[in-house]
């Protein structure tokens, strides 16, 4: 399973590039909102850093118009994936565009047979949001797994990603799940490297390290 970072922040998509790990990024209006930047400046400066997949939001809504920018945002590197959320128009536009080569990333996804209908439709990925889904009482991992068998067991080349994922439980649950990507935010790509029994133990090997050293009579 990949690992995608969520973010629209440089520094970020920086810091865990440097730990080797890091095997694309997806973005959304939301999140270069929070930045206050140019969007387009932005992505172009994340696409400068990634050589993975970058997912890239398109934020028109009728067809022609959705495609128009896709086919810009697609223009902007080889590895730009262009989000696209399940709507008749969004299938609309994924159809087109996935006939020209362009790789879409249907996002959005609640639901076995929207993720159905984004694969019929060409999709390079498909994104149940896991996190979305628990905060209205339903569960998310269920649809994730949900997608990942029926996605398989037709035969679809349509990769899931796992995405809205709020907790480093999910990123470990989509893995068993089988999903194909897990995306999530800066925080929680943290809290995966992070135990309490890796601190100290790193912390009892110091103080051992220092204690030996000091026994032999010499400096550290």
């Known amino acids: 399973m990949k690992l995608f970072l969520d973010t629209a922040d440089i520094q970020e998509v920086r810091?865990?590039?440097?730990?080797?790990?890091?095997?694309?990024?997806?973005?959304?209006?939301?999140?270069?909102?929070?930045?206050g930047r140019d969007p387009i400046q932005v992505?172009?400066?994340?696409?400068?850093?990634?050589?993975?997949?970058?997912?890239?939001?398109?934020?028109?809504?009728?067809?022609e118009a959705i495609v128009?920018?896709?086919?810009?945002?697609a223009s902007l590197?080889?590895?730009v994936v262009v989000k696209i959320p399940v709507t008749p128009e969004g299938l609309a536009a994924t159809s087109r565009l996935a006939s020209e080569g362009v790789?879409?990333?249907?996002?959005?996804?609640?639901?076995?047979?929207?993720?159905?209908?984004?694969?019929?439709?060409?999709?390079?990925y498909v994104s149940p949001f896991l996190g979305r889904l628990d905060d209205v009482g339903w569960e998310g991992m269920g649809l994730l797994r949900d997608v990942v068998a029926v996605l398989r067991t037709q035969g679809y080349g349509t990769m899931v990603i796992?995405?809205?994922?709020?907790?480093?439980?999910?990123?470990?649950?989509?893995?068993?799940?089988?999903?194909?990507?897990?995306?999530?935010p800066f925080e929680v790509f943290q809290k995966l490297v992070r135990h309490p029994l890796t601190d100290l133990g790193v912390k009892r090997f110091l103080e051992d390290w220092e204690e030996l050293h000091r026994s032999l009579g010499r400096k550290l």
């Open 162 to 184: 796992a995405a809205s994922l709020r907790h480093p439980l999910h990123v470990a649950e989509a893995a068993r799940a089988g999903a194909d990507v897990a995306t999530m």
């Open 77 to 79: 590197a080889p590895n």
């Open 103 to 124: 790789k879409v990333n249907m996002t959005l996804c609640f639901s076995v047979n929207q993720a159905l209908l984004a694969a019929e439709a060409g999709a390079t």
């Open 43 to 63: 992505v172009k400066e994340i696409l400068a850093e990634v050589e993975g997949p970058v997912s890239v939001e398109a934020v028109s809504l009728e067809t």
């Open 15 to 35: 810091e865990i590039k440097a730990w080797g790990v890091l095997g694309g990024v997806t973005t959304n209006p939301s999140l270069c909102a929070r930045v």
């Open 68 to 73: 128009e920018e896709a086919r810009y945002l």
